[in-house]
């Protein structure tokens, strides 16, 4: 492995309170999360006691208002500090985006009795969030989930499957679509569900091709009681709510792809200033130098299209489409550009010595998860040419 620490990425920041956020956030990464990274991901250990850290220093609630505890951050900035994160170790960035995803139908669409008496415990008080959409037999059309909810004087009762849950089996509270009506998206409704509720169980965890210490799991309801106190927004609303969270999303899996894409680029310049061929260093010759080129190009592209998405997010402006090309571009980019890192490495890059073969399986989750890539294609080409005739 090698010794030199990345140099911090040159971040166009807003303010001098982002500032210092940024470099609270390297600290932590350098000091708590990416000496141990290697060996927890290969043990398959997933840090809780990193996100209690992470929450207890108010990272985990920054794009969400201060007055339920939150940091009252714009995206243009949580983004950056997912970036910073997911470099350091993906369980920890992909962790915080999920996290924030399972908070957002609470705090977009909760009564302001529900989000008092719940965002501030979800924000910052050392609680862990996952969400619920996925089935086993639902995943990119995710409007044709069968998990029900039925009505039972005020309760919900909820039966069903939710499959490929990060954080499955550990979360403190779980967002839920469950349908409550008819076919198709009009049906469904989102709920907060407590991760202790009675009847509720988590399967054993996936194993992974990456990502070992973020438990992935399927989720069992079986007569899981809810309150109706617990549903967020009205009947039938929960499909707007689901998509809305996933634009949000797209963009921290954008940030998070990057992350792993820059972690990968710094392995692959500090090797290649260091390894010698020929009496000089690898980096003295143009096709490696050329390589490297390229990944930081792609990176930089990346980073400006996902940034370009969040600050339309911080505007109130549509940014649905340009989400989706965060999420296509970026994953895609990581995937690129961890594959040249291995390849610079040569034969040490294909070894567990080196990062570069985890970041390399890692990075493949992305262009999967919150919506594939080829689902992202569908929704830019409904953007730009209209839905498709039936």
Not at 128 to 149: F, H, I, M, N, V
Not at 356 to 384: D, S, Y
Request: proline letters at 5%; a negative charge; aromatic letters at 6%.
């Amino acid at each position: 492995m090698t010794d030199r620490a990345p140099q911090p990425v040159d971040r166009q920041l807003p303010t001098e309170e982002s500032r210092d956020l940024l470099a609270l956030v390297r600290e932590i990464a350098q000091r708590e999360i990416r000496p141990r990274a290697a060996e927890e991901e290969e043990a398959g250990r997933f840090p809780r006691e990193v996100f209690s850290l992470l929450s207890e220093s108010g990272l985990l609630g920054l794009p969400y208002p201060s007055d339920f505890g939150g940091g009252d951050q714009p995206y243009e900035v949580y983004l950056q500090v997912l970036e910073e994160l997911a470099a350091a170790r993906l369980t920890v960035g992909l962790g915080a985006s999920v996290h924030t995803l399972a908070c957002h139908g609470l705090a977009g669409f909760g009564t302001k009795e529900q989000r008092a008496e719940h965002l501030p415990a979800m924000l910052g008080g050392g609680l862990l969030g996952a969400y619920c959409l996925s089935e086993p037999s639902s995943g990119s059309d995710a409007a044709s989930l069968s998990t029900k909810a039925v009505r039972d004087g005020g309760d919900w009762v909820i039966n069903g499957t939710k499959a490929w849950i990060t954080h499955g089996g550990i979360a403190d509270f779980y967002t839920v679509l469950a349908r409550t009506g008819g076919e198709g998206p009009r049906g469904i409704t989102a709920f907060l569900v407590p991760g202790d509720a009675p009847g509720l169980s988590a399967a054993a965890p996936e194993k992974k091709m990456g990502m070992k210490g973020s438990p992935t799991a399927q989720l069992h309801f079986d007569d899981v009681r809810v309150p109706d106190s617990r549903r967020l927004g009205e009947e039938g609303q929960g499909f707007t709510i689901a998509l809305a969270a996933l634009d949000s999303g797209r963009l921290g899996i954008a940030a998070c792809a990057i992350g792993v894409a820059q972690a990968a680029l710094d392995e692959a310049l500090a090797y290649a200033g260091g390894r010698q061929q020929f009496g000089r260093p690898i980096a003295d010759f143009q096709g490696l130098r050329f390589m490297l080129a390229d990944m930081a190009t792609k990176i930089e592209a990346g980073r400006a299209l996902y940034l370009a998405a969040a600050r339309l997010r911080d505007a109130g402006k549509p940014f649905s489409r340009q989400a989706a090309m965060a999420k296509l571009f970026c994953t895609d980019a990581a995937m690129s550009v961890t594959t040249d890192a291995v390849q610079v490495l040569g034969g040490y890059g294909y070894t567990q010595d080196f990062p570069a073969e985890r970041l390399m399986r890692e990075a493949k989750v992305l262009q999967i998860v919150e919506g594939t890539n080829q689902i992202q294609r569908m929704v830019i080409a409904r953007h730009l040419a209209g839905p498709e005739s039936r």
